[in-house]
């Protein structure tokens, strides 16, 4: 089974967390987007009253497309978010986000959710954090050679993200740039996760240690890793 086609059942099982009056965190990238759209069509077709909040532009306007009541954190909180990861340590259930530049914004709307539930198909899962792909960190622009400096000195490869069909570096949503740091052997995410925010000139680093529950997509069907319980469930 495609990826794809995992992504869509892991985000078809997402709905079943979602109750009628909740306000719900909508997170970004492709994953992200199935669910969004699954989202709407559930909401259309059950008459729900079901609120979202965006976690970056691409979800605020796929929100909008499926016509998703949109509400926002001045006046809200939110009950449940639901988001996709660049790497799930299997163990610990800590991620990367931030592979398509909206971690900062993820990271406010899910650490502030009731309950943070993450989408991934199984090609996400990692022994150790940083084996297959670097920690975005978005950094003030007129911060990015002194924040490579301190990212070097904390152990990392630090490299400027470019745009692909714009030449020069990726601006985020947040108008800054993303360092991406290669980093293997991440012993302790939990310490790295501050040491890198405590750089000045950084905004967020990609590195998530707050997650209630991943679903995972896996060709024998979807599992479910719960933090604190050390238990994996096939539903
Ligand atoms: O900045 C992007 C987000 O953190 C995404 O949630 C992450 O990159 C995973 O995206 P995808 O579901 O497309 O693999």
Request: aromatic letters at 6%; charged letters at 30%.
């Amino acid at each position: 089974m495609a990826n794809e086609d995992l992504k869509l059942k892991v985000a078809k099982e997402a709905l079943k967390y979602v109750k009628d009056g909740m306000v719900v965190g909508l997170g970004s990238g492709s994953t992200a987007a199935l669910f969004i759209r699954e989202l709407g069509n559930k909401i259309q077709e059950e008459d729900l009253t079901v609120f979202g909040i965006p976690t970056s532009f691409e979800a605020k306007m796929l929100a909008m497309q499926y016509e998703i009541p949109l509400v926002s954190l001045d006046e809200y909180d939110v009950d449940i978010a639901f988001d996709g990861a660049d790497e799930v340590e299997e163990k610990t259930l800590f991620l990367i986000k931030g592979g398509g530049g909206c971690h900062t914004q993820e990271k406010i709307v899910d650490y502030n959710a009731k309950e943070f539930i993450v989408l991934v198909d199984e090609s996400k899962l990692v022994k150790k954090l940083g084996e297959k792909f670097p920690i975005p960190v978005e950094v003030i622009p007129m911060s990015y050679r002194v924040v490579m400096k301190a990212l070097t000195e904390l152990g990392g490869e630090p490299v400027i993200r470019l745009g692909e069909r714009k030449r020069g570096p990726v601006i985020t949503d947040n108008g800054n740039m993303i360092i991406d740091v290669f980093m293997k052997n991440i012993d302790d995410p939990i310490e790295l996760e501050k040491e890198i925010n405590n750089i000045p000139g950084v905004v967020e680093n990609g590195i998530f240690t707050k997650v209630d529950k991943v679903l995972v997509g896996t060709k024998k069907g979807t599992v479910s890793l719960n933090r604190n319980k050390n238990k994996h469930l096939t539903l």
